[in-house]
Each structure stands twice: as structure tokens, then as C-alpha cells.
């Protein structure tokens, strides 16, 4: 933990008055790392590089458009023709709102198979909860900023949905839209919005990594570091893995960038706004599926609460509860290798995920995957169902009365046990 | 490990393709045919001739009621006219310019800077002369629909002479087989020797469809050439230095047991 001796005399006399360097020696090169993680440990850095795309195409996008009803859509036609390789920066940008989520949903499976939300990891969890939701209102008024068709039914449904809240529903709805409809005083305080809270995610990442390098990383079998052999120096070990992961990561991304731009988005975007024509299906990207169909499913009013409102809490809830399942898991074992049971149930929840992804894309009376008499809206229902039931009732119960597998005594050991077996 | 990796990737391909796919399946009208474009695939490009003739087309047929507002005359540059050519193109039009000293509007050649004007002043004006119904901007239809392409060449030929019994064709709306909903306020826009093609190509309505649905694919992606081009080098030049960050990665952790 001692910091080092620096040699070099002007990184020596920075040093001595801010430890900025040693800082970064400490969790950027020496951070020790368990020896074991696998290529699944890649996302959170992935992320980051995320992070800082978004934000440096973001601020080249800003240089150049216009928050103006009557301009925005124009504007960014003008990036997208008249700017040089002002296309480039906007496809980056708008694909890397995917990636963004296809990562971070990545890396909340991995926690969530490896138990790397449990005890001591808390808080580190809490705030990857916290930095999700940042990150789905940030994309969500990104949307909006095109001004095309998809940009203004989709932030009218979606503001709508706080007009759900008895008695300050209406004029929460009317505060947030800026007027009594979603017009230009919206559009402004969303572009407003959307440039800052990505500095407020940079600011919950650094909290983030600083949680993480407090409690250290979690890995494959789910056992703390316990000797100096079961850890290597973050440098050049993770540095290196996780540059490779990177190169295999933006070659994924510029496929998209640079071959299917569009294939994510709606082409309903690519009409202007229009608050005189509706279009046949008002559907939001496909990152925030599965929480749209949970939001759709609750057709019924329960205990008097209406339909609607119903919905909405289900939807909200549908993520705070991420935040109670450090207590709702009652296993001892955190890595889901060695819970034979709890497994299968991790990887029905997965599948319930696409189910719902794919039920929100729907529209609700259609029929799912075509079945006949199985309606999207009753299968949406029972993934909902299942989504909360595997929270509240499987983790409890499973991490009760499962047998777990026996635990290697070490990280080293079950690494030499694995290469014996290889 | 490395098989819970796999399937997550595997995932990850999956929900693109599955979520994409389905959200664009949406909507009940028949799905167009899907068509052999030249700038489709990994290689693909424009057709330079088959531009000009979807152009020519654009000019004499379609520009009557649709405008093109993304679209300036130095952009046909884009499309194989040279600087001269695009000078001669933009004359033929008259611009709206001013005011003048004197506070007055006053009309002009165009020149390459001008956008091609619209056919209506406003869109009420547009309505008026549609019986209700305003013709869309075309600069974007190719991205701004389902299917783009695909559908815009479904729709220009997709027009039935009558309505299949007992289907209720609004008065002054035609029957077509694509448009959402078959009533569609567009007359049947192209006929055989609609635009007579100086290059030999056989003018029926079907070459006709062909050519402007590249024109418009054109107007809608000028930059696709560019883009996959780019596209090419960045890619290849990634999988060679991801190559060589494994390489290095493999030999920095040779003798870690991991």
C-alpha cells in the first residue's frame, strides 16, 4: 500500500504535493486483481470506454445542432450531409447508445450469476443500479433530440406516464413537459438534461471503480482473495485482456457504425414530429423493452389502485427491487457454478428477459411468436409475473434450501484443479 | 467460464437481431417483395446511371408534388454531374430570393447553393391541391420506412386497376397493394414511356419504380459509398490489431496459471 518511490524528479515534486500519480500507480497498475476472472470481467471497462465515446461524439453532435422545434430535425440532417464526417459522429453515437446498454446489461448478468452483488459488494451494486437508471433517462432524452416521430410520441407516452399519480399527476406532467404539451420548452430542458447527466454517470462511475477497488473485484468461483498467489497486478495483465476484449468490441460496433447505422432504430425517426398525426405503433428502443412490456402487462386495477398507475410502479419496480437483492439472496455462495439448482433458475430469468423484450416490441393482441390462442399480452403477464417471483420468491427460497457444490478452498486452488483438468 | 461467456455473446448477437427484427415487423400491410439493389451487401455501390435516370424521373414526374428539401443542386455533384452541368440543372429553376433594397421578393435562376424548391408554398397550400392529402418530403422516404427500399418500389407498382370486391375505396383514392390501410390518395404516379431515358434503357413503369428508388436511396444515404468504404479500412485494420493484442495478451500471461 506504501506508495512508491519516484525517480523521475518532476513526477516526484507533482507527487509529493498531489498524489495523483501514486493514486494512479496504486489502481490503474498495482490494484490486485484476481487471477481467475474470465473473459465476462471485460464489460465494466468496455463500459467506460463507452462512457467517454458517447460523451466526446456527443459534444461534436452539440457543436452543430439546433434544440428548436422548428430546427432540430433540420439540423441534424444537416450533421448528417453537410458536416464533415458529421455521419460518422452521429451513427457513433446513436449505435453507441446500444452498445452501451448491450455492455452494461452484460455486466449485470455477470453479477447477478456470480453473486457479485452479496456482501461486501453492496454498495458497489447500489450504485451500478444507480448509473443504470441514469444512463436510461440520459437515452431517453437523447431520443428525444432529433424531433422526429419516434422522439415526440415516444416522450409524450412516457411523460403521460406520471400523470398516473393521483393528485400531482397532471401538474407534475405540465411541470416536466414545460407547458400542456410536449413542446419547445421540452425539447430545451431535455437537451439541457441530456449534456448533464452523463457527467453525472462519470461521476457515479468514479464512485463506481473507487467501491470496487475498496472491496476488490469478484470472480468465477465466488471466493475473496485470500494469499498473494490467488492475485495478479492489475498492469499488464488486465490492461492487455482488456484491450483485446476492446479491439473484439469496436469491431462488433463498427459493424453497426458502418454497415447496419439504422438497423437498431425506428424509421418512424426519420419522419419529422408531427402532434397531428399518430403513428400506428409508438414502440421505444429496444434497450427499454422488457421494462415496456412489464409497464403493459398490468391491464388490471388491484386494492383499488388503477390499472395504469399500477403499471408504472411495475415498471419502476422492476429495477429498484435490484436494490434489496444482496438480502432477498439467501445462498452462502455467491458464484452460481456452485449452486446446481439456482443455476437453472438464473438462466430461465435470462430467457424471461427476452421474452418480455420481445412481448414490449409486440403489439399487445398479437399473437406470441405466432402461437395461436398464446396473446403477447398474456405472455407478457407471465414473464412479469415470473420476473418478480424469481427476485422474491426463487432467491429466498432456492439459497435456502439448495445444496450447494463444496467451494474450492482457494482462487489458486480451483485454477489448478481446472488446468489438472484441461 | 468460457461457456458462460459464449452464450452471453451469443445473447447479446441475439437481441439485436430478435429485438430489431420484430420491432420492425410491426404493422399489418403486406410485406413488398424484397428487391436486388446495387449498393446492398458489404461491396455494394450506386449505379451513377441508374441516379441520373432516377433523377430524371424525380424531375419530370415526381418533383410536380413532393419536394426534396435535403437536397441542394451542388449534392447532384454526388450522382456523376459535373460543375457545369449542375450550373445548367439549377437555372432551369426559380428561386425566391430577397428582399431586395426595395423590401421586395423577387424570383432568379437558381445557382448550386439552392435547395430544390418545393412544389407548394406551405403544406396547407400542399393539402389543397391533394384533395386533404399532403405529399411527404422525399428526401428521407428510403430510411423513413419499413423495409425502405423494398417498399417504395412495392408501392410505385403496386397499384390494382379496381379494389377486390367489396373492399370501400374512398372517392378520389386509389387501391394499393403496400400502402398501409390500401387507400391511397397518390394516383398511380408512372406509366410505360413516362420519362423518355437518353441512355436506351427501356422506359416501362417498372424501370421507372427501379430508378427512382435509387434516386431516393441516394437522397436518403448520400454518404453510404463513403461509409462502406470507410467501414472496409476501419474493420480490417481492427482485426489486425486485435490479432496482435491477443498475441500479446497470450504471451503476457503465459506463465500464469488462470
Known amino acids: 500500500m506504501s506508495a512508491p518511490q519516484w525517480n523521475n524528479k518532476v513526477v516526484k515534486w507533482v507527487d509529493d504535493r498531489l498524489p495523483v500519480i501514486s493514486m494512479l500507480h496504486h489502481s490503474a497498475y498495482e490494484y490486485p486483481t484476481p487471477k481467475n476472472l474470465s473473459y465476462m470481467w471485460n464489460f465494466g471497462s468496455l463500459a467506460g470506454f463507452v462512457l467517454v465515446t458517447m460523451i466526446l461524439s456527443g459534444i461534436f453532435l452539440v457543436m452543430n445542432y439546433t434544440p428548436h422545434t422548428s430546427m432540430a430535425f433540420e439540423s441534424v440532417e444537416r450533421i448528417m450531409r453537410d458536416v464533415n464526417y458529421g455521419w460518422l459522429i452521429r451513427y457513433i453515437h446513436m449505435n453507441g447508445a446500444s452498445m452501451f446498454f448491450i455492455v452494461v446489461f452484460l455486466h449485470m448478468f455477470r453479477g447477478l450469476y456470480y453473486g457479485s452483488y452479496k456482501a461486501p459488494r453492496e454498495m458497489l451494486w447500489w450504485i451500478g443500479i444507480l448509473i443504470l437508471l441514469a444512463m436510461m433517462a440520459t437515452a431517453f432524452m437523447g431520443y428525444v433530440l432529433p424531433w422526429g416521430q419516434m422522439s415526440f410520441w415516444g416522450a409524450t407516452v412516457i411523460t403521460n406516464l406520471f400523470s398516473a399519480f393521483p393528485i400531482i399527476g397532471d401538474p407534475l406532467v405540465t411541470w416536466l413537459w414545460g407547458g400542456f404539451s410536449v413542446d419547445n420548452p421540452t425539447l430545451n430542458r431535455f437537451f439541457s438534461l441530456h449534456y448533464l447527466m452523463p457527467f453525472v454517470i462519470l461521476g457515479l462511475v468514479v464512485l463506481h471503480v473507487w467501491a470496487l477497488h475498496s472491496v476488490r473485484s469478484n470472480n468465477p468461483t465466488g471466493v475473496e482473495i485470500k494469499s498473494p498467489q490467488d492475485s495478479i497486478p492489475f498492469h499488464p495483465y488486465y490492461t492487455i485482456k482488456d484491450l483485446y476484449g476492446l479491439g473484439v468490441f469496436l469491431i462488433f460496433f463498427s459493424a453497426f457504425v458502418f454497415f447496419a447505422p439504422d438497423y437498431l432504430g425506428h424509421p418512424d425517426n426519420y419522419i419529422p414530429a408531427n402532434p397531428l398525426v399518430t403513428p400506428p405503433h409508438i414502440v421505444p428502443e429496444w434497450y427499454f423493452l422488457p421494462f415496456y412490456a412489464i409497464l403493459r402487462s398490468i391491464d388490471f386495477s388491484l386494492f383499488g389502485i388503477p390499472a395504469k398507475l399500477l403499471g408504472v410502479l411495475a415498471m419502476f419496480a422492476s429495477i429498484v427491487i435490484l436494490f434489496v437483492i444482496p438480502w432477498l439472496d439467501t445462498s452462502k455462495v455467491r458464484s452460481s457454478k456452485f449452486r446446481p439448482v439456482y443455476k437453472w433458475f438464473f438462466w430461465l430469468f435470462v430467457i424471461d428477459t427476452f421474452i418480455l423484450g420481445y412481448c414490449g416490441a409486440k403489439a399487445p393482441d398479437d399473437y406470441f411468436l405466432g402461437i395461436p390462442g398464446l396473446k403477447v399480452i398474456v405472455m407478457g403477464q407471465l414473464s412479469t409475473l415470473y420476473y418478480f417471483a424469481h427476485f422474491l420468491v426463487v432467491m429466498p427460497l432456492v439459497g435456502k434450501m439448495e445444496r450447494t457444490k463444496p467451494l474450492p478452498a482457494s482462487i489458486s486452488e480451483s485454477v489448478l484443479k481446472e488446468g489438472a483438468n484441461a | ?258
Open chain 2, 1 to 258: 467460464m468460457r461457456k458462460f461467456a459464449l452464450t452471453a455473446i451469443a445473447t447479446a448477437f441475439a437481441v439485436t437481431a430478435f429485438t430489431g427484427g420484430t420491432a420492425k415487423a410491426a404493422g399489418d400491410s403486406p410485406v413488398p417483395p424484397a428487391q436486388e439493389w446495387s449498393w446492398q451487401g458489404l461491396f455494394g455501390t450506386y449505379d451513377r446511371a441508374q441516379l441520373q435516370r432516377g433523377f430524371q424521373v424525380f424531375k419530370n414526374v415526381c418533383a410536380g408534388c413532393h419536394s426534396l428539401r435535403f437536397i441542394a443542386f451542388r449534392n447532384l455533384e454526388g450522382i456523376g454531374f459535373n460543375e457545369d452541368q449542375i450550373k445548367a440543372i439549377a437555372a432551369e429553376y426559380d428561386i425566391e430570393d430577397g428582399p431586395n433594397d426595395d423590401g421586395d421578393m423577387f424570383d432568379r435562376p437558381g445557382i448550386a447553393a439552392d435547395y430544390f424548391p418545393s412544389p407548394f408554398p406551405n403544406e396547407k397550400a400542399a393539402a389543397a391541391s391533394n384533395g386533404g392529402a399532403i405529399p411527404p418530403d422525399l428526401s428521407l422516404m428510403n430510411k423513413a420506412r419499413v423495409n425502405g427500399p423494398d417498399y417504395v418500389f412495392g408501392l410505385l407498382t403496386g397499384y390494382e386497376d379496381e379494389a377486390p370486391e367489396g373492399f370501400d375505396l374512398a372517392d378520389g383514392k386509389y387501391y394499393n397493394h403496400y400502402f398501409p390501410g390500401h387507400q391511397i390518395a397518390m394516383a398511380p404516379p408512372l406509366y410505360d414511356e413516362a420519362v423518355e431515358y437518353t441512355d436506351g434503357t427501356p422506359a416501362t413503369v417498372e424501370q421507372h419504380a427501379r430508378d427512382i428508388t435509387a434516386f431516393l436511396n441516394w437522397t436518403a444515404q448520400p454518404e453510404l459509398e463513403e461509409r462502406k468504404a470507410l467501414g472496409m479500412k476501419v474493420i480490417l485494420f481492427l482485426i489486425v490489431l486485435t490479432a496482435m493484442l491477443y498475441a500479446v495478451k497470450r504471451k503476457i500471461w503465459r506463465d500464469v496459471e488462470h
